[in-house]
Nanobody, 114 residues
Framework: QVQLVESGGGLVQAGGSLRLSCAAS????????MGWYRQSPEKQRELVAR???????NYADSVKGRFTISRAIAKNTVYLQMNSLKPEDTSIYYC????????WGQGTQVTVST
């Protein structure tokens, strides 16, 4: 059983930045990929960014050029640097570990005000 603990969410003005962290209780290198998803009320959970075991990244079109996913393998931590935030980025952000078993964190709220 792996636990994922997100942190770094909060309230920020439009144009601002936040950095989310996801600390795993086990080795993140054991997973095929780590990712960040987000879900707003009445919407489906959507992929924001993903990093594979080999270090390849992909992003949702809506965040390309503004968000960056990275990892610190030795710390078993994945990050999401979010710049130029927009009100439409307001959501609960979830960390995901995708392997033989899929794990989810509890989520962290990001609110972007106008």
């Amino acid at each position: 059983q792996v636990q994922l603990v997100e942190s770094g969410g909060g309230l920020v003005q439009a144009g601002g930045s936040l950095r989310l962290s996801c600390a795993a209780s086990g080795s993140i290198f054991s997973f095929n990929a780590m990712g960040w998803y987000r879900q707003s009320p009445e919407k489906q959970r959507e992929l924001v960014a993903r990093i594979s075991r080999g270090g390849f990244t992909n992003y949702a079109d809506s965040v390309k050029g503004r968000f960056t996913i990275s990892r610190a393998i030795a710390k078993n931590t994945v990050y999401l640097q979010m710049n130029s935030l927009k009100p439409e980025d307001t959501s609960i952000y979830y960390c995901n570990a995708n392997g033989t078993v899929v794990y989810w964190g509890q989520g962290t709220q990001v609110t972007v005000s106008t």
